[in-house]
């Protein structure tokens, strides 16, 4: 079994900063994919960023510029640094992982962008 568990999320004036965390453990032999995703009331779960084991990076159009994805292999960590923050990123994000062919979901982290 894995658990995802993310931390980072707040209360931040646009413009601002964050930087979330995402730290997977239990039985893994190598993580394949981490993405963040994020869901707003009433919306589809979106991607926001993901990035493969070698380090292959996507993201999202609405966040390209702004925020980056990098990851800790030998930490089975992934980070999602987040600037020039906006009202519409106002979300819970979600963390994903992906080991062999399951995905591995945390329970999320508000993030929320005051104007």
């Known amino acids: 079994q894995v658990q995802v568990v993310e931390s980072g999320g707040g209360l931040v004036q646009a413009g601002g900063t964050l930087r979330l965390s995402c730290a997977a453990s239990?039985?893994?032999?190598?993580?394949?994919?981490m993405g963040w995703y994020r869901q707003a009331p009433g919306k589809q779960r979106e991607l926001v960023a993901g990035?493969?084991?070698?380090?292959?990076?996507d993201y999202a159009d609405s966040v390209k510029g702004r925020f980056t994805i990098s990851r800790d292999n030998a930490k089975n960590t992934v980070y999602l640094q987040m600037n020039s923050l906006k009202p519409e990123d106002t979300c819970v994000y979600y963390c994903?992982?992906?080991?062999?062919?399951?995905?591995?979901w945390g329970q999320g982290t508000q993030v929320t962008v005051s104007s």
């Open positions: 239990g039985t893994i032999f190598s993580i394949d994919y």
């Open positions: 990035i493969t084991r070698g380090g292959i990076t």
């Open positions: 994903m992982v992906k080991v062999r062919v399951i995905d591995y």
